[in-house]
């Protein structure tokens, strides 16, 4: 339930993964490339994790998480290398019985997940600039 890979992400995995009879809610988040930073261009970013480590506080995180509110089940999983524009780069799912507590635990988990996982963030801009990115829960 908790995965880095170089591979595209894709939402309807994550959703079935989440998927649960007790569930009335699924909630899901997706971290799209944006076109652009700061009013300049982008092109691609490039994300690098310290892989084995970052798959265990993601895991810690849905233990919080479930902790916190009434979860059936809680997946993240999150790229690596080039994503380009439009493509998505993080996706976490969230189900439970109702939508409040998936909601508020599908924002939660996206906030942490910036301040503690392992994972750095370059950007590629169109004018052939690049810069490394500081991990920020409000980016």
């Known amino acids: 339930m908790y995965r880095i890979s170089a591979d595209p992400l894709d939402v309807e995995q994550m959703q079935a993964q989440v998927a649960h009879p007790g569930a ?3 909630s899901l988040f997706v971290g799209v490339t944006r076109s652009h930073h700061q009013g300049r ?4 970013l490039e994300y690098e994790a310290y892989a084995s480590m970052a798959c265990r506080v ?3 995180l849905g233990d919080e998480a479930k902790a916190k509110w ?3 089940a809680v997946a993240i ?3 690596i290398g080039l994503v380009p524009v439009g493509e998505a780069s ?3 799912a969230v ?3 109702h939508r409040a507590e998936a909601l508020d635990a599908c924002h939660y988990l996206i906030d942490r997940l910036k301040e503690v996982v392992p994972i ?3 950007e590629f801009f169109a004018d052939g600039q690049a810069q490394w990115l500081a991990n920020s829960p409000r980016q």
């Open 24 to 26: 009335g809610a699924i």
């Open 41 to 44: 261009p982008v092109v691609r």
């Open 58 to 60: 993601m895991a810690q």
């Open 70 to 72: 009434s979860l059936e």
């Open 77 to 79: 999983h999150h790229r």
């Open 90 to 92: 993080v996706i976490i």
């Open 95 to 97: 189900s439970a019985a």
């Open 120 to 122: 750095w963030k370059k």
